[in-house]
């Protein structure tokens, strides 16, 4: 088993090194200056999936 040792590097500059991940991370910025945001309720989220499992004990 490969064990890699822990990294210094942060999320945004891992993120930043692909070139696809670049542009989503800009253009989330944009957004958010030009206040174009989606507000999402989490806790009807959650309510939502786990109302929509089924769990089968035995």
Known sequence: MLVEPPSEEDETTYLLKLEINKKHLLKALENIE???????????????????QTYKIE
């Open 34 to 52: 030009k206040g174009n945001l989606i507000f999402a309720n989490l806790d009807e989220y959650e309510k939502f999936v786990f109302e929509s």
